[in-house]
């Protein structure tokens, strides 16, 4: 992850927001429970804020994506609607789950991050709209992430997708 790059997160557990809470401090961000940001200064950027926590209303969800649009990394716990609602609107401020400190794979293959989840989402039994809907994604967005996964692997199939996925992760 390069430094202009924030961490923008929305997960359906406490344990997977801890984890990525834990990891983007340790890469120098600091940590701020919940999405009210009190900072008289607009532009948060250079503070590398990550504001963290449970997402269940409409208010909530609007201030995290305030406090994105201010340059604060988000780490949402959230389900259902609202989060599939706040994930779409953190895609208009960049890309979701990105996380500093995370190594880039070195598989080789030409695939992002959300393409990747999908794969291996499937990889691990779920069909594409469970996956979709782990991922907070609508069925028609995975499925269009999945057909551009197939024509970046060069295969016909979301099957030769999976399985290319899983022989390149193994080595």
């Known amino acids: 992850m390069n430094d202009q790059t924030v961490p923008l997160h929305v997960v359906s557990g406490a344990a997977d927001a801890d984890a990525i809470v834990r990891r983007c401090a340790a890469a120098g961000w600091k940590a701020h429970r919940g999405f009210a940001l009190l900072e008289p200064a607009w532009d948060l950027a250079e503070r590398r804020l990550l504001a963290h926590g449970a997402v269940t209303d409409d208010h909530t969800a609007s201030q995290a994506v305030l406090a994105a649009a201010r340059g604060a990394g988000i780490v949402a716990v959230a389900?259902?609607?609202?989060?599939?609602?706040?994930?779409?609107?953190?895609?208009?401020?960049?890309?979701?789950?990105?996380?500093?400190?995370?190594?880039?794979?070195?598989?080789?293959?030409?695939?992002?991050?959300e393409q990747r989840a999908l794969l291996a989402r499937l990889a691990g039994g779920s069909t594409i709209a469970a996956a979709a809907e782990a991922e907070f994604v609508s069925l028609r967005t995975a499925n269009r992430r999945i057909a551009a996964a197939r024509g970046a692997l060069g295969v016909k199939t979301t099957r030769e997708a999976v399985m290319l996925y899983i022989k390149h992760a193994r080595d």
């Open 79 to 113: 389900a259902g609607q609202i989060a599939l609602a706040l994930a779409a609107d953190l895609r208009r401020v960049g890309p979701l789950g990105v996380t500093p400190g995370k190594e880039a794979p070195a598989d080789g293959l030409d695939l992002d991050a």
